[in-house]
């Protein structure tokens, strides 16, 4: 799982459970298939910020 605002990864049992990330509290995720965990927007915002 992955937090989707620090976008931490986490595998802390009691933090799957709660679904919280214990570093800013944000909500928990599951990776999408692929290589990449992030949403596509998240993504798309990376790749316009590596072009600069």
Avoid: H
């Avoid at 999408?32 to 998240?42: H, L, T, Y």
Wanted: hydrophobic share 30%; aromatic share 2%.
């Amino acid at each position: 799982m992955y937090c989707a605002t620090c976008d931490r990864t986490e595998n802390n049992e009691l933090a799957l459970i709660l679904k919280t990330c214990p570093r800013c509290g944000g909500i928990l995720r599951r990776p999408r298939s692929g290589d990449d965990p992030r949403p596509p927007a998240d993504q798309a915002v990376l790749r316009a910020a590596r072009a600069q």
